[in-house]
């Protein structure tokens, strides 16, 4: 969970270190070229508390973005109402 980074119709970046091994990326991926392979001797994988707090924050700004959408959209409601301006 977001361990991914790009944009639509650039290239993306799978952050490994971040990987939680999910695989919800491989069903997504539009041109299935993720390959999912042990990660190296040494390397740890994020721990429990690491992973939920990853969480909460994508859960957060998604909310974020939520009342920032719906303060657009009911900006733009009271400017588009006749006699606003």
Do not use: W
Request: charged share 25%; hydrophobic share 30%; aromatic share 4%.
């Amino acid at each position: 969970m977001d361990a991914i980074i790009g944009a639509h119709r650039f290239l993306h970046t799978v952050f490994e270190r971040e990987c939680t091994g999910c695989e919800l990326c491989i069903e997504s991926c539009p041109v299935d070229c993720i390959v999912m392979r042990p990660r190296p001797a040494g390397e740890l994988a994020p721990t429990q508390a690491q992973n939920r707090s990853r969480y909460q924050k994508h859960c957060s700004r998604g909310e974020q973005e939520a009342q920032q959408r719906a303060a657009l959209l009911a900006e733009r409601k009271r400017s588009a109402q006749p006699g606003s301006t």
